[in-house]
């Protein structure tokens, strides 16, 4: 069966929810963090500071202090994007509507539309509350036609606490724009698909991001000393 990679929408249904739509406008003219950062922060604010004077202060004294990528980090990420692809090409069998967004809106598009069909599988889904982005490897029409599951492909063979936060994040995302979520997982390369607690793994990112935002985001200023 021959699969076509749709690339682009053109328009959003206008049928969307008015709070969604909002976040999404708001986003284009925002600077966002992303669910890497939430992460990174809970582990080391100073770094997660970094990001960001990085990303939007380049000209920063301390940028050029930053050590070059690391050897071992490129290599690992080579390995799992190859696994995603792997897994991608699972994935297409018996789908015949395929999208990879370009930005949000077309996420939003895919997954929404007001027409009979959804999406039956969306690559790398572009996501976004106006203040916090993610891209979720996969997202699956479920049988019920109306949901999607989540879903993350991870090449190392254990489910760390890291992932579990991630996916989780990439939920509430959807849901902010939206989408209707019925499960997220992660797709290991040994273990398969696994499958995990919606609600709790929920309730746990979104004290983290409020926390994020509230001890760290909104007070972030390059200027002032790092934290």
Same mark, same amino acid.
């Given at each position: 069966m021959h699969l076509c990679l749709v690339q682009a929408f053109v328009c959003i249904p206008k049928r969307r929810n008015a709070k969604a739509m909002y976040r999404i406008r708001k986003l284009l003219h925002s600077k966002e963090w992303s669910t890497s950062d939430v992460l990174l922060w809970q582990k080391s604010p100073f770094a997660a500071w970094m990001e960001g004077v990085m990303r939007?202060?380049?000209?920063?004294? +301390?940028?050029k202090y930053i050590d070059p990528p690391d050897e071992m980090m490129q290599l690992l990420a080579a390995k799992g994007r190859a696994w995603e692809l792997e897994v991608l090409d699972q994935l297409r069998t018996n789908r015949n509507l395929i999208v990879k967004p370009k930005d949000?809106?077309? $996420?939003?598009?895919?997954? $929404?539309? &007001?027409?009979? $069909? +959804?999406?039956e599988l969306v690559y790398q889904a572009r996501l &976004?509350?106006?203040q916090i982005r993610g891209i979720a490897d996969f997202m699956i029409l479920e049988d019920d036609g109306v949901s999607y599951s989540i879903w993350d492909a991870k090449s190392a063979s254990r489910t760390r606490?890291?992932? +579990?936060?991630?996916? *989780?994040?990439?939920?509430? +995302? *959807? =849901? &902010?724009?939206g989408i209707k979520i019925a499960r997220y997982?992660?797709?290991?390369?040994?273990?398969?698909?696994?499958?995990?607690?919606l609600d709790l793994h929920s309730a746990r990112w979104r004290r983290l991001q409020n926390d994020f935002l509230? !001890? @760290?985001?909104?007070? @972030? !200023?390059? =200027?002032?000393? *790092?934290p």
């Open positions: 939007w202060h380049p000209e920063h004294e +301390l940028c949000i809106q077309e $996420t939003i598009h895919a997954c $929404t539309s &007001s027409s009979s $069909t +959804l999406c &976004s509350d106006g606490p890291d992932d +579990l936060m991630q996916i *989780a994040a990439y939920s509430e +995302l *959807a =849901k &902010s724009c997982g992660v797709i290991a390369h040994r273990g398969g698909y696994e499958a995990f607690d509230n !001890d @760290f985001s909104s007070s @972030f !200023d390059p =200027k002032n000393c *790092a």
